[in-house]
């Protein structure tokens, strides 16, 4: 028992400076949302410790052997289940709102690409339910395609989580999963990535259009490095199915979001949806508002091992005049003014 307590630290430890080490050694990172969540770490030994107290202790050893060695595999893009990506609750969840994914182009199985997920909304269900089931059939509209949603590497410390996030699909938004799945994995691989991470979540709210996108440049650079393409894809009406108390610069409530965002990372919202019996209630389930996600245009990157600053920004600005050109091309046709702009911050 003591060399797997021993063990299950030493991971925890090693992945920590491992994380600290990336985050000295890449200035590409922060559109992969910051790695702070180690501290997760520790609240997953302590379930572990309580359950070995109770009447299962046999079944938390039997766990906690296996978390040992399969550690790692989340980072090798996991162990995806068909069968869980298939079951009847996300057809439930997808009509509820309703949720579609619209498809503009085909994608080749021959290559590999990074969609830039937009926006974050307070929840990203749009992202969830395109990317992590097959509820709108992702699949079949991009046959030959494995879509990797990525979310917070401290989401995959946490036991039986970490198993259901992998069976979806979800991988760890981290260098070494991404530079994995687009190297050693072979093609046809689309890494999911909600670039306004964090920050953008705190501006969502009904009836506004913004991303968080000039500084993120960070899915560029690693989309360079592997010559993986590029695809824009906005979500309409991702924002109008949460409400927010949106706190101003320099007060207070935004003072302990940033702080939450810089060691957590993840940033504490104050929102709500309505009521579970009424739309006249205040609750947490989200309102039943249609959000329809827009995959458009792949931009073919040439892979540079080393890219410069100057790569760099010239496919970063390409890919934000594509996301402009993707917004405007469909607003339209969900409910948007012609006079609408999408802002980009």
């Known amino acids: 028992m003591k060399t797997l307590i021993a063990a299950y630290s030493g991971v925890l430890r090693g992945e920590r400076r491992a994380e600290a080490a990336r985050s000295k050694s890449s200035n ?3 559109a992969l949302s910051r790695e702070g969540s180690g501290r997760w770490g520790v609240a997953c030994s302590a379930i572990l410790m309580y359950t070995f107290c109770t009447d299962c202790w046999l079944i938390a050893v039997l766990y906690f052997t296996w978390l040992v060695f399969d ?4 980072k090798k893009g996991g162990r995806r289940s068909q069968w869980v990506r298939n079951w009847a609750v996300w057809r439930y969840f997808r009509d509820y709102f309703p949720i579609q994914l619209v498809k503009t182009h085909n994608l080749l199985t021959t290559r590999n690409y990074i969609f830039g997920y937009h926006p974050h909304g307070i929840m990203g269900l749009g992202a969830f339910c395109n990317f992590s089931t ?3 059939e992702v699949s079949k509209k991009f046959p030959g395609i494995r879509p990797y949603l990525a979310t917070l590497a401290g989401n995959f410390r946490m036991p039986v989580l970490r198993e259901y996030l992998m069976s979806g699909g979800i991988c760890p938004v981290n260098r070494d999963t991404i530079d994995y799945l687009l190297s050693k994995n072979g093609s046809g691989n ?3 990535i909600v670039v306004g991470g964090a920050a953008e979540s705190l501006s969502s709210m009904p009836g506004k259009n913004a991303v968080t996108l000039r500084n993120r440049k960070g ?3 690693l989309a360079l490095r592997h010559g993986a393409d590029l695809v824009p894809t906005y979500s309409f009406g991702e924002n109008e199915v949460y409400k927010q108390v949106i706190f101003q610069e320099g007060s207070w409530g ?9 060691y957590i990372g993840f940033a504490p919202c104050i ?4 009521g579970l019996f009424s739309s006249d209630t205040w609750g947490l389930v989200p309102y039943s508002k249609p959000i329809t996600t827009v995959v458009g245009e792949p931009i073919t990157i040439p892979k540079l091992e080393h890219p410069t600053q100057q790569d760099i920004d010239l496919y970063h600005a390409m890919y934000m005049e ?3 050109k993707l917004f405007d091309n469909h607003k339209t046709k969900f409910g948007l003014p012609e006079t609408e702009v999408l802002e980009v911050n």
């Open 28 to 30: 590409g990172g922060s």
């Open 190 to 192: 689309a890494i999911i």
């Open 254 to 262: 935004r003072w302990v979001q940033k702080k939450f965002q810089k």
């Open 322 to 324: 594509a996301l402009v």
């Open 134 to 136: 097959e509820a709108t």
């Open 71 to 74: 550690w790692n595999t989340p």
């Open 219 to 221: 899915f560029v650079k």
């Open 271 to 274: 929102f709500h949806g309505r």
